[in-house]
């Protein structure tokens, strides 16, 4: 059998996102810097310490998730720790025509669940309606997959498609 390689997690897979909250401190910081220098006393001296710990908060919680993710899934993935199931796509189940919650699928039991609308996520996660891969019952599969404990769901790592 022959299979066409569809999507490969890439050995960074770093989410654009993260970086948001960082941007958002330094933008919230360097406000807070302009209104001391200026010694202007209103409520944003109050407020902006609070933002500021906030982004801060939300910042390392970014890097911690990072660090995490890159340790216990992509690491062990490009070391060759996973599992890997093939076989016939069962149970698919597309994302709900209102575009809210997940879309799922079987093979030999094995359950794969995912979002693109889920941003603490690392993994193939193109649903049907989107062009994705996996769009009905009967596609035949190799999966390479690890569980990822914090959000209690396989992720897959690389997906390939069975060629006939």
Do not use: H, W
């Not at 997940?102 to 649903?127: D, L, Q, R």
Request: hydrophobic share 40%.
């Amino acid at each position: 059998m022959e299979y066409t390689t569809v999507y490969e997690i890439s050995a960074t897979a770093f989410p654009v996102y993260y970086i948001i909250p960082f941007v958002l401190l330094l933008v919230f910081a360097f406000l807070f810097y302009k209104l001391i220098k200026l010694k202007i006393k209103n409520s944003l001296c109050v407020i902006l310490p609070l933002v500021i710990a906030l982004m801060s908060f939300l910042s390392i919680a970014c890097v911690y998730d990072y660090i995490d993710t890159q340790n216990n899934i992509i690491k062990p993935y490009f070391d060759g720790e996973y599992k890997t199931v093939s076989g016939v796509v069962e149970n698919f189940k597309p994302l709900p025509s209102k575009g809210n919650g997940t879309e799922s699928f079987e093979v030999k039991g094995i359950e794969f669940e995912y979002s693109k609308s889920s941003i603490a996520y690392v993994g193939y996660n193109t649903e049907a309606s989107d062009g994705g891969y996996i769009y009905e019952n009967g596609q035949k599969v190799r999966i390479r997959y690890a569980y990822d404990k914090v959000y209690d769901r396989n992720l897959i790592l690389k997906l390939e498609i069975i060629n006939e």
